[in-house]
């Protein structure tokens, strides 16, 4: 079998045996795995942190901040609207420092991406509101918006690619699990915007309209140091720098979209995962208020989940690289589906102790199923040359659909239909059912070699 570019498949590696932890000292490529894993976790915390935290304000104070003249209904989809606007900069953000990364190294790009994450961050926190510059401020939060959807467009990519490609050189059969730390950026990012936000939340309403809601994103800039302080101590991929002698006639993304089946099928495995983040997440905070429970309780439901996932998605990532990417991405896939209606129904029973169950089943357990082997599998669809590209635009897409236009979309449709939880139910299963179909027509790719310069093996025909 070959890959898109006539060239034979990868080898499937053989399963790497590790000396016992009583005997052997960390190898030098070990202890910069372990350095590398820290600096992707960091990293990838401090970006969702940001990222999350305009997301939980857009649903609690943006729209009567930025968009007063508009009525409530219309106030809430402004504000996710702008939400969007960051999700539609993700991909361009994964084709730009895709194309940098592939051609300069991982490392740079990781820090850039940082760089103007965090200062989009804080620089919302310094924004006036409508009532102080008029239709500036809103013009300002959207520009600012579409600097971290570039930023986090970019992050992924590289902080993934780093971990997995040196698990790939010292630890070649964990990867999945190496993988994790990355992906645990997105709960762990969650539980510390949901625990920011819930603090400034409990400030009188006047005090946290006029001042509390700048707070979170203010402490961005020490988050921002302290992830900085590490990636900078990270070395460069090992794959990337033996694949960068390879001769390249063309741009990454040139090559990437002469066949742009993977990236398509990368980007709709992954649409679940998101569809279920964004609107168990940030979404869920407006939606709940609005069916009468407080900020506080739903701030706590969504931290409890987060906490559950960070347990749930390190252990999923590592039974895949056991049993294969697949099974575990189709489990969480269906449990999605099955859980769609009774997860709405629990959240509109009005029991504080029901909401905390309902988003730990459909976030905290199906949804980082899905999510957790994500990172690896998408890394293995694209060979070293088209990594960075490859799979920032598929995962970028999975997020521009599934997580963009799943708030927008579900706002809509409440506000035209008056309420009640089917429409959100029916985007849940909707978003689980693509990422099912899809990750059953993909070739299992758990036991294949990283090491390549092409692109990636060809991803029809399946055995069952």
Not at 38 to 67: I, K, N
Not at 216 to 243: C, D, N, T, Y
Request: with cysteine.
């Amino acid at each position: 079998m070959h890959n898109f570019t006539g060239q034979p498949r990868p080898v499937p590696r053989e399963p790497t045996v590790q000396p016992s932890p009583s005997t052997a000292q960390p190898s030098p490529e070990s202890r910069q795995l372990r350095r590398v894993a820290l600096s992707g976790l960091l990293g990838t915390t401090v970006e969702f942190y940001d990222f999350l935290v305009y997301g939980t304000l857009a649903a609690l104070v943006f729209g009567e901040l930025f968009f007063p003249r508009a009525d409530p209904a219309v106030g809430t989809v402004a504000a996710f609207g702008t939400f969007a606007a960051g999700y539609l900069a993700r991909p361009l953000g994964g084709i730009l420092f895709g194309h940098f990364g592939d051609r300069l190294g991982r490392k740079s790009m990781m820090l850039l991406t940082m760089v103007l994450m965090g200062s989009a961050s804080f620089l919302i926190g310094l924004l006036p509101t409508y009532d102080t510059i008029g239709v500036w401020a809103p013009v300002l939060l959207v520009t600012l918006r579409v600097v971290q959807g570039i930023a986090i467009g970019g992050e992924w990519g590289g902080a993934m690619l780093m971990v997995v490609e040196h698990a790939e050189h010292a630890q070649g059969s964990r990867r999945g699990l190496w993988s994790s730390f990355t992906q645990l950026g997105a709960p762990l990012g969650s539980v510390l915007s949901a625990g920011v936000v819930t603090l400034v939340a409990a400030l009188p309403d006047e005090e946290f309209r006029s001042w509390g809601w700048r707070v979170p994103f203010l402490l961005s800039i020490v988050l921002l140091g302290v992830g900085l302080f590490v990636r900078l101590k990270v070395a460069e991929s090992p794959l990337f720098a033996q694949a960068r002698r390879e001769p390249v006639d063309r741009p990454p993304i040139v090559e990437v979209l002469r066949r742009p089946k993977p990236v398509l099928l990368a980007a709709c495995v992954g649409i679940g995962a998101f569809t279920a983040q964004s609107l168990l997440t940030s979404f869920m905070i407006s939606y709940a208020v609005d069916e009468g429970y407080t900020r506080p309780q739903v701030l706590t439901a969504v931290t409890v989940a987060s906490c559950v996932a960070l347990v749930v998605l390190p252990a999923a990532s590592a039974l895949s690289d056991r049993v294969g990417r697949r099974p575990v991405v189709l489990a969480g896939a269906v449990a999605s589906a099955a859980l769609s209606f009774p997860v709405l129904a629990l959240v509109d029973s009005g029991s504080p102790g029901l909401l905390i169950l309902a988003l730990v089943l459909g976030h905290g357990v199906a949804q980082s199923t899905m999510y957790g082997p994500l990172g690896a599998l998408l890394t293995e669809m694209f060979g070293t040359r088209v990594r960075y590209t490859g799979a920032s635009l598929g995962y970028q897409g999975a997020t521009l659909i599934g997580a963009g236009f799943s708030p927008l979309i579900a706002g809509s449709l409440l506000a035209t239909f008056g309420g009640g939880s089917t429409p959100v139910s029916l985007l849940l299963c909707a978003g689980a059912a693509i990422t099912a179909v899809t990750v059953w027509r993909l070739r299992e790719t758990h036991t294949d070699a990283l090491d390549t310069p092409a692109a990636a093996p060809a991803l029809e025909g399946t055995p069952r």
